[in-house]
């Protein structure tokens, strides 16, 4: 077995793995939630917009649990199929992280499509639910301008995600490399 491409005992996938799957799709299926969720109301155009609560925050539940294991099958096929875990994936691209912001902030507001479409499909199942739609005025939303909204903050999140992450990376090579440099050459 090629232990570049596992853990020590062989395994492929470890707790660790699976927690970032977790950690990292349920983050995300909250924050597209309320993206999408905000994209609906400024959507609305009757005004002033009502919202029946429960069904939303039923639907957040469904939204949160259905991108959380289809993010986290997503994640596993991925790592199944390069042979790698998903953290040594991540590990292997920190170094080119700050080159990647343009691209990832497109590709987040193209990808905003799917979870706005999720959060839709979500809001119906809640109403099944609660027997009450999530928006009464339902009918009025313009989904166009909702949809754009959603793209739009999507992007200006992955914007701002990826500098951070950016950052993150930068601080901490420069760190590693103030920690190494204030070492004392030891002798073997």
Known sequence: MDQTKHTADGALVTGEDVARWLTF???????????STVGMLI???????RIHGKTVLVGMIVHVVSFTALGSL?????????GKSTTRMARERIPTVEQRIGPQTLGGMVAGAVPFLMSAGSLQV?????????????QTIDWVRGG????????????????????VARDSRVATIAESSSKPNELL
């Open 148 to 167: 754009s909204i959603m793209a739009l903050l999507t992007a200006v999140t992955a914007l701002a995600v990826s500098n951070i992450a950016a950052w």
């Open 25 to 35: 799709s349920g983050f995300w299926g909250f924050v597209f939630y309320v993206l």
């Open 74 to 82: 997503l994640s596993a096929v991925v790592s199944f199929r390069s």
């Open 43 to 49: 959507g609305q155009r009757k005004q002033p917009v």
């Open 126 to 138: 809640a109403r099944k639910m609660t027997g009450k739609m999530a928006f009464p005025d339902a």
